[in-house]
């Protein structure tokens, strides 16, 4: 459970590669994720290609901080895979949360970066990325060892909380 408390968006790196077997657990957490129907409609593509990170810090508003990354990952969704419309976006997501979570404990620093639903977002990725056209990209994830430090945060509130009805 420590790793939901101490998860924060971490967006400074040190310029050092992550190893390929930390790669291989945060795709190992990613596929633990659940999904609706247990449909599994994502894949992932793992970037490394400094160039690459450096284009997509370029194309996308919200990914400065690809130009430290040493590494990115792409979670898109199969859409022949549904066979319950829609719930890709849930599939996804919890597939980005298990990478965003192992990521904290390999003593990585990690962010989402979102693609969908910003469409021009979504599209310039997924070209760059050359996704085919049946597929779309939910989010980006910059992965790095941490540069910067950022303490717990507690966010539960009373006024957020409601029993039995609102």
């Not at 633990?32 to 599994?40: I, K, L, R």
């Not at 192992?102 to 599209?123: D, M, Y």
């Not at 910059?142 to 945060?153: F, L, M, N, S, T």
Request: charged letters at 30%; proline letters at 4%; aromatic letters at 8%.
């Amino acid at each position: 459970m420590e790793e939901i408390f101490e998860r924060r968006s971490i967006r400074k790196y040190k310029d050092k590669e992550v190893e390929e077997e930390k790669i291989q657990k945060l795709l190992e957490a990613a596929v633990a994720a659940p999904s609706a129907g247990n449909e599994q409609p994502w894949h992932f593509i793992v970037i490394k290609d400094r160039e690459k990170l450096d284009h997509l810090a370029e194309i996308h508003p919200y990914a400065k901080m690809l130009k430290e990354a040493p590494l990115a990952i792409a979670v898109c969704a199969d859409l022949n895979k549904q066979r319950h419309q829609g719930f890709w976006v849930q599939d996804c997501s919890a597939a980005t949360q298990n990478i965003l979570l192992e990521a904290v404990s390999l003593n990585l620093g990690s962010v989402w970066i979102g693609c969908h639903p910003a469409e021009e977002r979504e599209k310039v990725v997924s070209e760059y990325l050359e996704v085919p056209a049946d597929f779309k990209t939910l989010s980006l994830i910059a992965v790095g060892y941490p540069d910067e430090e950022k303490g717990r945060v507690d966010r539960l509130s009373d006024e957020i909380i409601h029993y039995d009805k609102w």
